[in-house]
C-alpha cells in the first residue's frame, strides 16, 4: 500500500481513495500495486458487495505519471499497469467511481469498466492517447464505439477530444451528473442499495454482463444454467421465505 491510495472497508464496500492532489492523482507503480491488490482482496472476500473509487483534490485521476511511466514502463501482463487493468476487467464485485474535473488516459477508460459512474457538471473524460502518439487502452477501442457510435468515439480516439459531462450522461458513459457536494453521497447510495441484496447473485448478475457479445441462444443457454443454480441457493430459500413472511430478506 502506499500513501498517495487509501483503502478501508466499510461493510461490504471497499473505498480506493487517490491521495495525490499535487498531482492531479497520476498513478505510479506503487499505487497500481496497491489498487490491483486491494481488487483482488475483495474479489476473494464473499462479504464485500463493491468496490469504490474516488480521487482527492480537483480532479479524478490525470492517468500515468509520465515520469515514472518512462522510468518503469510495462513490459508484460504481470507489469502493475496491466495487472490492475486485468483486475478491473475480472472483478466481479461492483465497481462505483465519483468523478470530479478531470480524467484523463487510464483515469477515463478505468470507467468504461465501471458499473455505475457519478460525475460532477465540470468533470471530463480525456481519452487522450492520440495527442501522445499511443493508441487506446483498456478495451476502449472496443467499449467506447459501444457507448457513443463509431463517428463520436473515432472523433474522440482519433482527436482526444474530451468527453463533457453531458454527453457522458446521454450515452450511458454516467449514472448521473450531480453536484460537487452530491457526488459521493450519490454514489454511495448505489452501493448502499446492493449491500442489502443477495452477494452471489449479485456477483453472478455481473459475470453475465461481462461475458463477450454473443448469440441469443448462447446468453440465454448461460443465463438459464445459472438461473437454476440459483433456485437451489441458501439466498434463493432466504428471499422466499422473507417474501412470505412480509419481511426484509436478511444475507448476511
Known amino acids: 500500500m502506499t500513501n498517495h491510495v487509501q483503502i478501508n472497508q466499510q461493510g461490504p464496500v471497499v473505498k480506493i481513495h487517490l491521495n495525490r492532489p499535487e498531482k492531479k492523482n497520476a498513478l505510479t507503480v506503487e499505487m497500481y500495486t496497491a489498487i490491483a491488490d486491494a481488487i483482488e482482496t475483495a474479489n476473494a472476500d464473499t462479504s464485500v458487495r463493491a468496490v469504490f473509487f474516488s480521487g482527492e483534490g480537483e480532479s479524478f485521476c490525470a492517468g500515468n505519471d509520465l515520469q515514472d511511466f518512462m522510468a518503469r514502463p510495462p513490459t508484460g501482463p504481470d507489469s502493475p499497469v496491466l495487472r490492475f487493468l486485468k483486475t478491473l476487467r475480472e472483478s466481479d464485485v461492483a465497481l462505483i467511481a465519483a468523478v470530479q474535473g478531470k480524467a484523463v488516459g487510464v483515469g477515463a477508460?478505468?470507467?468504461?469498466?465501471?458499473?455505475?459512474?457519478?460525475l460532477t457538471p465540470d468533470a471530463e473524460l480525456h481519452f487522450n492517447f492520440i495527442k501522445m502518439a499511443l493508441v487506446p487502452e483498456a478495451a476502449s477501442s472496443m467499449?467506447?464505439?459501444?457507448?457513443?457510435?463509431?463517428?463520436?468515439?473515432?472523433?474522440?480516439?482519433?482527436?482526444?477530444?474530451?468527453?463533457?459531462?453531458?454527453?457522458?450522461?446521454?450515452?450511458?458513459?454516467?449514472?448521473?451528473?450531480?453536484?460537487?457536494?452530491?457526488?459521493?453521497?450519490?454514489?454511495?447510495?448505489?452501493?448502499?442499495?446492493?449491500s442489502t441484496l443477495a452477494p452471489a447473485a449479485l456477483r453472478e448478475t455481473k459475470q453475465l454482463m461481462q461475458r463477450p457479445p454473443e448469440d441469443l441462444a448462447a446468453r440465454m443457454h448461460a443465463e438459464n444454467l445459472m438461473f437454476m443454480q440459483r433456485l437451489g441457493s441458501p439466498e434463493f430459500a432466504e428471499a422466499v421465505t422473507a417474501f412470505m413472511q412480509k419481511r426484509p430478506p436478511n444475507f448476511g
Open 109 to 118: 477508460t478505468m470507467l468504461l469498466h465501471t458499473d455505475h459512474v457519478v
Open 143 to 194: 467499449l467506447l464505439p459501444q457507448y457513443v457510435g463509431r463517428q463520436r468515439a473515432a472523433e474522440i480516439l482519433m482527436t482526444g477530444h474530451p468527453v463533457l459531462a453531458d454527453e457522458a450522461l446521454a450515452t450511458g458513459l454516467a449514472a448521473h451528473v450531480v453536484s460537487p457536494k452530491d457526488a459521493m453521497p450519490t454514489a454511495l447510495a448505489f452501493a448502499d442499495k446492493i
